[in-house]
């Protein structure tokens, strides 16, 4: 190979690689929204723009004084949502969801956290 061609080789590997870096799911969406004020939900869910690995997907529901509220996650047929019920009437306070979430084409594990407050 000449030295031009191996250069552009490179940039061509280098483009490529960086392009599967940057394809990471994102939260997009969550119900109820970030930040709202809400009557208590039946559902949470929390929404992608890509697919998931299901077996590394979940997420935790905790009031303001950290106190865990037992739920079951699961995740869409889409593979794009994950979401889970309380397993009791969520209470008038404040709710922060923990989310960690594993995406299908790479595997790249994402978290992070959602608050809402029930009225």
Do not use: C
């Amino acid at each position: 190979m000449t030295p031009r061609a191996l250069i552009l080789a490179a940039l061509a590997a280098s483009a490529l690689v960086a392009g599967q870096a940057s394809a990471h799911a994102k939260l997009v969406a969550s119900d109820p929204a970030a930040n709202a004020t809400v009557a208590a939900p039946k559902t949470v869910s929390l929404t992608f723009n890509e697919k998931l690995a299901p077996a590394f997907s979940t997420f935790e529901i905790a009031r303001a004084d950290g106190v865990k509220i037992p739920v079951r996650t699961t995740v869409s047929r889409d593979r794009k949502t994950v979401s889970g019920a309380p397993r009791d009437r969520l209470a008038a306070g404040a709710y922060k969801v923990t989310w960690r979430v594993a995406a299908a084409d790479d595997g790249h594990r994402m978290d992070g956290i959602v608050t809402f407050t029930v009225k």
